[in-house]
C-alpha cells in the first residue's frame, strides 16, 4: 500500500480509497504526495466533523 510508505496506516475508511495516515514530521503533505496522494487534509480542521 504506497499510504504505509508515507507513515503508519492508522485506518480505511468506508470507501477502500480513503486512508487515514500517521505521518513522522511535518513534512506529511510532501510525503503522502510522493507516495501517491492525489490530495490530504489535516487532521485538526476537520476533526469535529469525525465526532
Known amino acids: ?14 470507501l477502500p480509497f480513503i486512508i487515514i495516515v500517521r505521518t513522522p514530521g511535518a513534512d506529511a503533505a510532501t510525503r503522502l504526495r510522493a507516495a501517491g ?13 469525525a465526532v
Not at 500500500?1 to 468506508?14: E, I, P, R
Not at 496522494?37 to 485538526?44: D, E, N, R, V, Y
Open 1 to 14: 500500500m504506497a499510504a504505509s510508505d508515507a507513515g503508519a496506516v492508522l485506518a480505511v475508511g468506508t
Open 37 to 49: 496522494a492525489l490530495f490530504s487534509i489535516h487532521p485538526g480542521p476537520v476533526a469535529p466533523c
